[in-house]
């Protein structure tokens, strides 16, 4: 018995793991729009932020 109670414990582990993802959906996420804000360019030339869809 005291061989094979941590064979025990990692099987109810990953009996435990697979379980609890059962409920689990995934969703694509939807586009969006983000900030990328401003850098300097190498021309050493401010370029300003601006939105773009993800």
Same mark, same amino acid.
Request: some cysteine.
């Given at each position: 018995?005291? $061989? /094979?109670? !941590?064979?025990?414990?990692? %099987?109810? %582990?990953?009996?435990?793991? #697979?379980?609890?993802?059962?409920?689990? &959906? &995934? &969703?694509?996420? $939807? !586009?969006? $729009? #983000?900030? #990328? !804000?401003?850098?300097? /360019? !190498?021309?050493? #030339?401010? &370029?300003?932020?601006?939105? $773009?869809?993800?």
């Amino acid at each position: 018995m005291l $061989r /094979s109670f !941590p064979k025990l414990l990692i %099987a109810l %582990a990953v009996l435990g793991g #697979v379980l609890a993802q059962t409920g689990c &959906v &995934v &969703v694509e996420p $939807r !586009p969006a $729009r #983000v900030w #990328v !804000p401003g850098y300097w /360019s !190498p021309a050493h #030339v401010w &370029v300003g932020g601006y939105y $773009r869809y993800r």
